[in-house]
């Protein structure tokens, strides 16, 4: 499928299930190199990020641990500027390596304003991995470890990716398309 439609908005491919899968094996395997021996923590960001931290720790072979965490700032198409606080981070971080995934990072908002939370608890090391980095629409900068793809400040869909909800169980990521 090269066009999908949801809600009212029509969204074309832009990137392919094997390219993805592609730069989910690449990832992991320099978080093998980097945390061998060291069992870092992952913290994946709900909602987006479930099927990205799926896939990256299904190709991880270093002993590793998960948690998920939700910390919803977005709705529709445009960021809200609201940061909820997080739900479910009930493990302890100090002294591990931890490790953040994130499906996006759009103005980098969400992420600033969660790491003060983290770093009280005092982790050993910290790095954050993200899918999708939107540079041109970053408003708070932040070191990221890895990034999947720079892409356009345009909205996307796909891969965990939601419009109003919908579009998370496509295999594929998508742009919204111009209006015609
Ligand atoms: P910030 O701006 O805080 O945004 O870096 C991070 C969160 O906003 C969501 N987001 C998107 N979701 N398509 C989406 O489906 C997008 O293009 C998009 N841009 C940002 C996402 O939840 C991310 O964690
Ligand atoms: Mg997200």
Same mark, same amino acid.
């Given at each position: ?19 993805? &899968?592609?730069?989910? =094996? ?6 093998? !190199?980097? %945390?061998?021996? !060291? =069992? ?8 987006? @990020?479930?099927?990205?931290? /799926? #896939?990256? *720790? ?14 919803? /700032? $977005? =709705?529709?198409?445009? /960021? ?9 981070? #009930? &493990?302890?971080? $100090?002294? !591990? ?16 304003? *969660?790491?003060p939370q983290l770093?009280?608890?005092?982790? =050993?090391? *910290? ?7 939107? /540079? ?6 932040? @070191? ?8 356009? #400040?345009?909205?996307?869909?796909? $891969?965990?990716?939601? %419009?109003?909800?919908?579009? !998370?169980?496509?295999?594929?990521? $998508? &742009?919204?398309a111009p209006d015609?």
């Amino acid at each position: 499928m090269s066009i999908v439609t949801l809600h009212d908005k029509s969204f074309t491919i832009y990137l392919s299930e094997e390219t993805i &899968q592609q730069k989910v =094996r690449e990832l992991a395997d320099a978080l093998n !190199r980097e %945390y061998a021996g !060291r =069992r870092p923590l992952f913290i994946a960001i709900l909602n987006g @990020s479930f099927m990205f931290a /799926s #896939d990256i *720790f299904k190709h991880l072979t270093v002993e590793s641990e998960i948690c998920f965490i939700k910390l919803a /700032s $977005y =709705r529709g198409t445009k /960021s809200t500027g609201q940061v909820i606080t997080a739900i479910g981070l #009930d &493990q302890d971080l $100090y002294d !591990r390596d931890v490790v953040i995934l994130e499906d996006i990072v759009d103005t980098g908002k969400t992420l600033h304003e *969660f790491l003060p939370q983290l770093h009280h608890q005092q982790p =050993r090391s *910290f790095a954050i991995v993200t899918l999708l980095h939107k /540079s041109e629409a970053t408003k708070f900068p932040l @070191s990221l470890a890895h990034v999947g793809f720079e892409i356009p #400040d345009k909205f996307v869909v796909g $891969y965990g990716l939601d %419009y109003d909800g919908l579009g !998370r169980n496509l295999k594929e990521i $998508y &742009q919204l398309a111009p209006d015609v």
